[in-house]
Nanobody
Framework: QVQLEESGGGLVQAGGSLRLSCLAS????????MAWYRQAPGKQRDLVAR???????IYADSVKGRFTIFRDYAENAVYLQMDNLKPEDTAVYFC??????????WGQGTQVTVFS
């Protein structure tokens, strides 16, 4: 089993920054990939950024150039640095861990609200 705990969400003015943190515990392997997803009210959960087990990074087009995902393998943590935030970034952000055989685990989510 894997447990994921997010933190770092909050209320921020447009143009501001936040850093989300996700600490993983349990059966974590460096061969697994980690990601951030987000879900706005009434919308589906979408991928924001993913970092693979070999450090490759994928970003949603809407956040490219503004968000950065990075991982601390020693601490079993993944972070999402969010800069130049926009109101449309408002959502609940979820941490995701995917094993080598595609089993997925989710955190409970952290709310990010951006006001103009």
């Amino acid at each position: 089993q894997v447990q994921l705990e997010e933190s770092g969400g909050g209320l921020v003015q447009a143009g501001g920054s936040l850093r989300l943190s996700c600490l993983a515990s349990g059966s974590i392997s460096s061969s697994g990939g980690m990601a951030w997803y987000r879900q706005a009210p009434g919308k589906q959960r979408d991928l924001v950024a993913r970092i693979t087990n070999v450090g490759g990074k994928i970003y949603a087009d809407s956040v490219k150039g503004r968000f950065t995902i990075f991982r601390d393998y020693a601490e079993n943590a993944v972070y999402l640095q969010m800069d130049n935030l926009k109101p449309e970034d408002t959502a609940v952000y979820f941490c995701n861990y995917q094993t080598w055989d595609l089993i997925q685990y989710w955190g409970q989510g952290t709310q990010v609200t951006v006001f103009s």
